[in-house]
C-alpha cells in the first residue's frame, strides 16, 4: 500500500527581533514629545550601541553635526549655541498619548521586558499576557495585532491600591514602522558653503515668537527641499552637497548686561505686558545707537561669528567653500555697519583703489570736457587730452601752467576765472558742512570729498564704537527686510558712490517683501536721477503668482482700450480740424508731404493726448541699469511677489511681511542660487525673470 504524506499543518509562528529606531525627546515643551533622528543618525547610533562603545564616553555627531549624542548618558547636546539637554532613547515598543495621537516611547528597560514577553508568547502561541508597568499599569497582549496598555483606576482602601484592568485602554505598537510617524531623510554629509545668520530685534524672530535657532532651521529645512527640486542634476552627479546656516545670537549678551535690571526700575507699572515687550525689543534699535551698547553688540556679533567658524573649521577640516552672512532687520544694519568697517588686504586695497583711480580719471575727463564746453573753449579739448589732464588736474593749474601748454590769454582768463570761483564756493560748503570726525575724510570710493561734495564717507554718522574684524572674507552678504537705506540716509549719507564697494565682501543682495514696514531701497541711493522698479524675485515653482499675472493682464488690457480710443478721438479730431494742404508741385517727394501734413497735425493737434504708458511692472526692462559696484555691476535690491491672500490689505499682513523670510521658498532659492553661482554650479532650469 502506498503512503500517503499527512497534509502540512499550520506554519509554526516565528519570531523576529524588532528593529530600534532613536528618538530624543523634545526640550522645554509642555507635553512630552519624541522626535525620530533620521535613518542615517540613528543608523550610526545603533552601530555604536551594537559595538558595545557605551562603557566609553562615546560622542556621536547627528544632524549634520549640529548635535552631539553622549551615548552613555543619553543627552543629544547643542554644539554651536546653547540649549537645554535633550533626553536619547533606544525605542522599540510604543503607547499613544493620553491628550494627543502621537506615540510614547517606553523607557529602554521595560521595551525590553516587553519584547521578552512578545517572544515567548508568539514561540509558545500563547497570549493574553498581562505584564506591569514600572508605574504599575497594566500592558495586556492579546495578540501580535492587538496589545492594549491600561490605566489603572485610582481605587483606595485601607489595604493600599492594587493595579487593576479598567480605566481607558491606550493602543501598543512594537517597531517604529507600525507608528504614523515621519522619519527624516537626513541631509547630505558634504557642506559647499557655511552661511551665518544674525537676526534682529527682541528674542522672538518670528509671528510665532520662535527663537533664532527655530527660525534657522526651518531655512536650512527649505534649502534642502530646494537644493533637491532645483538642483537635481548636480546631486545627482555628486558636484554639490548642501549649504550648513548657522545663527548668531546677540540678543542674549546685551540684555545679561544688567541694563534690563535699570530699565526695571524706570518703567511705568501701567500696561505692564506692552512696556515689557517694548523694553525687550523695540529698545534694541536705541541701544545700537548708543556708543557704549553699539560696542556690547558689534563686539557679541563678531565674536560669535569668529567662534563659530573656527569651531566649524574644527569639525569639518576637510572643508574648502565660502563663508557668506545675512541678516534680518536691525540684524543687516549691524553687518553693515561691521562690513564697511573691515580692512581689505593691502594687495586687494591697491588693486581695488587702482581701479577705483582709473574709473575716477575717465569720469574726470569727461568733467573737463563739459567744463570745457560750458566755457565755449571746446576747441582746446585736444590740447589738454594731449597732456593728459583732467578736471583734478586742471583746478591745480596756475596761470604759467596754461601758458606753457599753449592757451591763448582770452581762454586761459577764462579758466583761470571759472577755477577761483569754484573753490571759492567749494571752501564755503565744506566749512558749513564739516562734522567732527569726518572733515576731509575720504569718500566711500576712495577719494577725496573736495573732488565731488556730493558723495559722502558711507560711514558717516555711524556710532563711534571700535569695530572688530572678522577672521575671514565672506562672499556675499544678504540682508532681508532691511532698514539699511534708511539709517544710511538719517545718518547724512543721501547718495553712495557708484564705485564703493564693502573692503572684504564683493556680493551684495537686499531682499525684501513688498509690505515689510521696516524694509527699504539701497539702489535710488546709488542712481538717483532714474526710476526703475525692483527686482521681481521669480517665484520658485517658475512662474509669477496667478494674480499677479491677472492683475498685469487687466492693467495691460485697460491700457490697450485707453490707448485705442483716445487714438479714434485723435483721427476725428484730425478730421474736423485739418486745413487744406498746400499744393505739393511735382517734383516735391513724398517726404515733403508727410513733413507738411505731420506741421499741420501740430498746429491743429489736441493738446497734451498722450497715449497712456503701461506700468512699470508691465514693462519689460529696456536695458541693464548700472547699479555701481556695491553688488560687482549686479542688481541689489530684489522684491518678493506677495501671496494672493495679502494682495487684499496690504496694512493686515505687514507684520507678516517683515517675518516671513525663514520661510520664503524663493528668498531661499535666491540665496541658493547666487551661492551655487560662486562656484560654477547653475539651476536645472533657469527661472523666468532671474538675472
Not at 480605566?167 to 515621519?182: C, F, H
Not at 573692503?503 to 538717483?528: Q, S, W
Request: proline content about 7%; glycine content about 6%; hydrophobic content about 35%.
Amino acid at each position: 500500500p502506498v503512503a500517503v504524506a499527512a497534509p502540512p499543518g499550520p506554519a509554526e509562528p516565528r519570531y523576529e527581533p524588532v528593529a530600534p529606531h532613536w528618538f530624543y525627546r523634545k526640550a522645554a515643551e509642555p507635553r512630552e514629545r519624541w522626535v525620530p533622528f533620521s535613518g542615517q543618525d540613528s543608523a550610526r547610533l545603533e552601530e555604536a550601541h551594537g559595538a558595545g562603545r557605551e562603557k566609553e564616553a562615546v560622542v556621536v555627531p547627528t544632524s549634520g553635526g549640529r548635535y552631539d549624542v553622549h551615548l552613555k548618558q543619553r543627552q543629544r547636546v547643542a554644539v554651536y549655541w546653547e540649549e537645554e539637554v535633550s533626553e536619547v532613547r533606544r525605542c522599540t515598543w510604543f503607547y499613544k498619548g493620553d491628550k494627543d495621537n502621537k506615540y510614547i516611547p517606553y523607557s529602554e528597560t521595560f521595551s525590553e521586558e516587553l519584547e521578552e514577553a512578545y517572544m515567548i508568547a508568539v514561540t509558545l502561541d500563547e497570549w493574553k499576557k498581562k505584564l506591569e508597568s514600572p508605574s504599575r499599569e497594566i500592558i495586556i497582549l492579546h495578540n501580535p495585532k492587538l496589545m492594549v496598555h491600561y490605566h489603572p483606576v485610582a481605587t483606595s482602601d485601607d489595604w493600599g491600591s492594587t493595579p487593576t484592568e479598567q480605566g481607558r485602554p491606550r493602543t501598543v505598537k512594537r517597531g517604529v514602522e507600525n507608528i504614523a510617524v515621519e522619519i527624516p531623510s537626513g541631509e547630505p554629509l558634504q557642506i559647499d558653503h557655511l552661511v551665518f545668520v544674525v537676526h534682529g530685534i527682541g528674542p522672538a524672530c518670528d509671528i510665532r515668537f520662535r527663537s533664532i535657532v527655530q527660525c534657522v532651521n526651518d531655512f536650512r529645512n527649505v534649502s534642502l527641499s530646494m537644493l533637491q527640486a532645483h538642483f537635481k542634476k548636480a546631486q545627482e552627479q555628486q558636484q554639490i552637497g548642501r549649504v550648513e546656516f548657522l545663527p548668531v545670537n546677540w540678543h542674549s549678551s546685551l540684555h545679561s548686561t544688567g541694563v534690563d535690571v535699570d530699565l526695571e526700575r524706570i518703567t511705568l507699572p501701567s500696561i505692564n505686558r506692552l512696556r515689557h515687550f517694548i523694553n525687550d525689543t523695540i529698545l534694541d534699535v536705541f541701544f545700537y545707537n548708543s556708543s557704549t551698547y553699539c560696542q556690547t553688540i558689534v563686539d557679541t556679533v563678531a565674536s560669535e561669528m569668529n567662534r563659530l567658524y573656527q569651531l566649524f573649521l574644527q569639525r569639518n577640516p576637510d572643508f574648502k567653500g565660502g563663508v557668506s552672512i545675512a541678516g534680518h532687520s536691525l540684524g543687516s544694519l549691524i553687518l553693515f555697519d561691521l562690513l564697511t568697517n573691515q580692512k581689505a588686504a593691502p594687495e586687494e586695497d591697491e588693486q581695488s583703489r587702482e581701479g577705483s583711480r582709473t574709473a575716477s580719471s575717465n569720469t574726470g575727463i569727461e568733467e573737463l570736457k563739459e567744463i570745457l564746453k560750458k566755457l565755449e573753449l571746446s576747441e582746446y579739448c585736444d590740447v589738454f587730452e594731449k597732456e593728459k589732464m583732467d578736471r583734478e588736474a586742471l583746478f591745480l593749474c596756475t596761470e604759467e601752467n596754461l601758458k606753457e601748454v599753449g592757451i591763448p590769454l582770452g581762454p586761459r582768463m577764462k579758466i583761470l576765472n571759472y577755477i577761483s570761483s569754484k573753490k571759492e564756493r567749494q571752501g564755503v560748503s565744506e566749512r558749513g558742512a564739516a562734522a567732527p570726525g569726518h572733515s576731509g575724510q575720504a569718500g566711500p570710493d576712495g577719494t577725496s570729498d573736495s573732488r565731488d561734495c556730493q558723495y559722502r564717507d558711507i560711514g558717516l554718522g555711524q556710532v563711534s564704537a571700535n569695530y572688530p574684524q572678522l577672521i575671514y572674507k565672506p562672499t556675499i552678504f544678504f540682508a532681508f527686510g532691511s532698514p539699511i537705506g534708511m539709517f544710511l540716509t538719517v545718518r547724512g549719507v543721501k547718495r553712495i558712490n557708484p564705485n564703493y564697494s564693502l573692503p572684504t565682501c564683493k556680493g551684495f543682495f537686499n531682499i525684501f517683501h513688498p509690505f515689510d514696514p521696516v524694509a527699504y531701497r539701497i539702489e535710488p541711493m546709488i542712481v538717483p536721477d532714474v526710476e526703475f522698479e525692483p527686482m521681481l524675485l521669480p517665484h520658485h515653482k517658475g512662474r509669477k503668482r496667478m494674480h499677479l499675472e491677472l492683475k498685469e493682464g487687466l492693467t495691460r488690457m485697460s491700457v490697450d482700450l485707453k490707448n485705442n480710443l483716445l487714438g479714434s478721438l485723435r483721427v476725428a479730431w484730425q478730421s474736423f480740424t485739418r486745413a487744406p494742404l498746400p499744393a505739393v508741385e511735382a517734383g516735391s517727394t513724398d517726404v515733403e508731404a508727410e513733413e507738411a501734413e505731420d506741421s499741420v497735425e501740430k498746429q491743429t493737434g489736441p493738446p497734451d493726448v498722450k497715449p497712456e504708458e503701461p506700468p512699470p511692472a508691465a514693462k519689460e526692462e529696456a536695458s541693464p541699469i548700472n547699479v555701481g559696484r556695491l553688488n560687482g555691476g549686479n542688481r541689489i535690491d530684489y522684491v518678493l511677489q506677495e501671496k494672493p491672500i495679502e494682495s487684499f490689505n496690504e496694512y493686515l499682513f505687514a507684520l507678516q511681511g517683515h517675518l516671513c523670510y525663514w520661510e520664503s521658498e524663493d528668498t531661499v532659492l535666491l540665496v541658493l542660487k547666487e551661492i551655487y553661482q560662486t562656484q560654477g554650479v547653475t539651476l536645472d532650469q533657469p527661472l523666468p525673470g532671474s538675472q
